[in-house]
C-alpha cells in the first residue's frame, strides 16, 4: 500500500482533545452567556454567492479576503464566508418571515480567509457573533457591552478595557476640523494609528498627507478628549464637547449616542474601570453607522484585542430593500484561548486536558463483563467514565494509561471485590486510596475528585 503523506492545508488546523477540551470550555461559557440575554444560534452554509460577501461595504478588501470560489450550476459563483456579519445580514432577509423582530442570534463557527498564513493568522479559524437586529435604540449596544464584560469576568480576565466610540461622532469631527468630505477616509485612517504612534505621531502623518495646520490643530484638541473617569465625569465631558461642537448635527446625534450608552452600561453594572470612551477608536469596515466597541485585555502588558463590533444599520437592507438597525459583536476566540493558556486561567479540570473522571481497570478476560456493568453504573451515576477493555495489560500499566491522561481517579475491581460487593478506589493525584460499598462508590468517587 502506498503511503500518503498526512499533513493539513495551509493555514489550519487540526485540534488534539486536550486544545478541544479547552475550546469547548470557553465556547460553553460564551454560549451560556448569550442565551442568559435571550439570544438563539443560527447557521449558515459554509458557501454564500460571490455576489453576496461583494455586496458589503469591505470593498476592495472583501476580493483579498475570500479564500475560494468556484463555478455551481446555473453559472452561479460561490466562496466561502469570511466573516459571519454578510451572511447574517442574507440570512435575516430569506427566512424574515419566520424570525421574530427584534432578532437576536448568536453564531459560533469557522470562518476563511484568502490571506497569507502567518504566526497567529491562520486561513480557518472560529468567530463567534451575537447581533440585535431591529433595535434602533442605543440599548441594544449597552446591551452587547454588559455581554462582552460578563463574558471575560467570567472567564477569569482581570484587567481589560472595553473601548467605545461613534462613528457619527467620527464624521462629525472630521467636519468640525473643516476636512474635505473625499478626505475623511484617509483622516480615519491615520487616526486608527493611535495605538501604535501615538498622538504625536497622529499629527505627523497629518502633516504628512497635506492637511492645513488649523485643521490638524482642531482634529489633535478633539482626539485628546479624555473618555475616562466615572460616570458623571465622562457626562460632564460629553456637555462640554457639545458645545464645542454645537451645530454639527451628525455630530450632536453621536454624542447623544454616547451619553446614552454611558448611562446604560452603568445602570447594567459595567465598571468605568474596564471602559474606555476613546475617541481614536476607529474600527476599519465601512459599513458601522453608529456605536463601536472594540476590546484590549491589559494586564500584564497590553496583549490586544479579543473583540470587536458595532451598530451598522444598513447592511441588511441591501439584502431586504430596506433599512433595519442592527448591532453587533464578534468575540476572538482563537485570541481568547491563547491569552488563557498565557495567564493560566482554565479551571482545574479542563487543565486535566480530559474529560473522563474515573477510569474502572480490568482484572482479566473472566472480569471484563463486571468491569463494564459498574462503568455503566458509574455514569448513570453522573460521572464520565472509561473503561479499559484489554485485559491483556497489567494494573501498572492500565494505571501508567490513566495517569498519562489525566484521569484522576482509577476503580479497581478483582474477583475478590465482585464476590464481596466492593469497589477499591485510588485517586492517582496523591496515592489516597479508599475501599468501598459498590452502591456507595459514585458518590465516593465524587468526594475524591474534589479533594475529599
Given amino acids: 500500500m502506498a503511503k500518503i503523506t498526512a499533513r493539513t492545508p495551509k493555514g489550519m488546523r487540526d485540534y488534539l482533545p486536550a486544545d ?29 454567492l460571490r455576489e453576496t460577501l461583494m455586496s458589503s461595504d469591505y470593498g476592495e478588501d472583501a476580493e483579498k479576503l475570500i479564500f475560494f470560489a468556484q463555478h455551481g450550476g446555473g453559472g452561479d459563483e460561490y466562496a466561502m464566508r469570511y466573516d459571519l456579519t454578510v451572511p447574517l445580514s442574507r440570512f ?8 421574530s423582530n427584534p432578532f437576536r442570534r448568536y453564531h459560533i463557527a469557522p ?15 472560529y468567530q ?9 435604540q442605543t440599548s441594544a449596544d449597552a446591551e452587547l457591552m454588559s455581554i462582552i464584560y460578563k463574558i471575560l469576568n467570567r472567564l477569569g480576565f482581570e484587567e481589560f478595557t472595553i473601548k467605545y466610540n461613534d462613528r457619527k461622532l467620527l464624521i462629525g469631527m472630521g467636519i468640525y476640523a473643516g476636512v474635505d468630505e473625499d478626505r475623511l477616509p484617509s483622516l480615519y485612517r491615520i487616526i486608527d494609528k493611535t495605538d501604535k504612534i501615538g498622538l504625536e505621531g497622529v499629527a505627523k502623518e497629518f502633516e504628512k498627507e497635506g492637511f492645513p495646520a488649523e485643521v490638524i490643530d482642531r482634529m489633535m484638541g478633539v482626539l485628546a478628549f479624555d473618555g475616562s473617569g466615572d460616570t458623571n465625569t465622562r457626562l460632564t465631558a460629553l456637555g462640554n464637547l457639545r458645545e464645542e461642537l454645537d451645530g454639527i448635527e451628525i455630530a450632536l446625534e453621536g454624542l447623544q449616542e454616547l451619553e446614552d450608552l454611558t ?44 473583540q470587536g463590533g458595532g451598530r451598522y444599520d444598513e447592511l441588511i437592507g441591501r439584502f431586504r430593500g430596506q433599512s433595519l438597525p442592527n448591532s453587533g459583536i464578534s468575540m476572538g476566540i482563537d485570541r481568547i484561548i491563547e491569552l488563557m493558556d498565557m495567564l493560566d486561567l482554565y479551571p482545574d479540570w479542563v487543565k486535566t486536558g480530559t474529560v473522563v473522571q474515573t477510569m474502572v481497570t480490568v482484572f482479566n478476560d473472566e472480569t471484563l463483563v463486571d468491569s463494564m456493568k459498574l462503568a455503566q453504573e458509574l455514569r448513570n451515576a453522573g460521572l464520565r467514565v472509561e473503561t479499559y477493555l484489554d485485559a491483556r495489560k497489567n494494573l501498572g500499566k ?11 481517579v482509577i476503580a479497581i475491581l478483582g474477583p475478590d471485590e465482585i ?22 462508590a459514585a458518590e465516593e468517587i465524587k468526594r475524591l475528585i474534589a479533594g475529599g
Avoid at 463567534?128 to 434602533?136: M, P, Q, Y
Avoid at 492500565?398 to 484521569?407: F, L, R, S, V
Wanted: a negative charge.
Fill in 20 to 48: 478541544m477540551l479547552k475550546r469547548e470550555y470557553v465556547l460553553g461559557v460564551i454560549r451560556d452567556i448569550f442565551e442568559s440575554y435571550g439570544f438563539e444560534p443560527i447557521d449558515t452554509p459554509v458557501l454564500e
Fill in 92 to 99: 435575516f432577509a430569506s427566512n424574515e418571515n419566520a424570525l
Fill in 111 to 125: 470562518v476563511w480567509r484568502g490571506e497569507r498564513p502567518q504566526k497567529g493568522r491562520y486561513r480557518e479559524f
Fill in 128 to 136: 463567534c457573533d451575537a447581533d440585535i437586529v431591529g433595535v434602533r
Fill in 263 to 306: 448611562r446604560m452600561i452603568d445602570q447594567l453594572g459595567v465598571p468605568t474601570t474596564h471602559t474606555l470612551m476613546d475617541f481614536t477608536m476607529v474600527r476599519g469596515l465601512g459599513y458601522y453607522t453608529g456605536p463601536i466597541f472594540e476590546t484590549i485585555i491589559t494586564k500584564p502588558d497590553n496583549l490586544g484585542s479579543v
Fill in 398 to 408: 492500565q494505571i501508567g494509561y490513566a495517569d498519562g491522561k489525566g484521569i484522576p
Fill in 419 to 440: 464476590a464481596n460487593g466492593m469497589v477499591n478506589l485510588k485517586r492517582l493525584a496523591d496515592g489516597e486510596e479508599r475501599s468501598v460499598a459498590r452502591n456507595d
